[in-house]
């Protein structure tokens, strides 16, 4: 009796690996290479002044502990509370991981109290 063979669907993972596959073959024999651009939508939230005090409260912390956090000063931190500077895009990034991971921040912060109580 004659064995069928199963034609398999490919994956994303299997065209990842053919494309790395032909990349190195590419490499190895020298010749050269083609670069792809994408542009990726990944604008961070934007963050008004209540959005900033919501995460603040959120995270349970001070605007010292916050700005200490953000290596930013207490004064900047309260103007994005006032409203009065909006919140730049890398203080944004982080606080949409602030929002998104929350505990594992906590648990950061409460690691930091704990090596500065010990001390």
Do not use: C
């Amino acid at each position: 009796m004659k064995q069928r063979k199963i034609k398999k669907e490919t994956t994303f993972g299997d065209e990842i690996l053919h494309s790395l596959n032909d990349f190195h073959d590419t490499v190895r024999r020298g010749e050269p290479i083609t670069v792809r651009t994408f542009k990726l939508e990944l604008q961070p939230t934007e963050y008004k002044a209540d959005d900033v005090r919501r995460t603040r409260n959120r995270m349970g912390v001070s605007q010292a502990i916050l700005a200490q956090l953000l290596g930013v000063s207490v004064k900047t931190v309260q103007s994005w509370e006032q409203g009065e500077r909006p919140v730049p895009g890398p203080a944004r990034r982080l606080f949409d991981d602030f929002n998104t991971n929350t505990n594992y921040w906590k648990r950061i912060l409460q690691k930091a109290i704990k090596q500065v109580a010990k001390a």
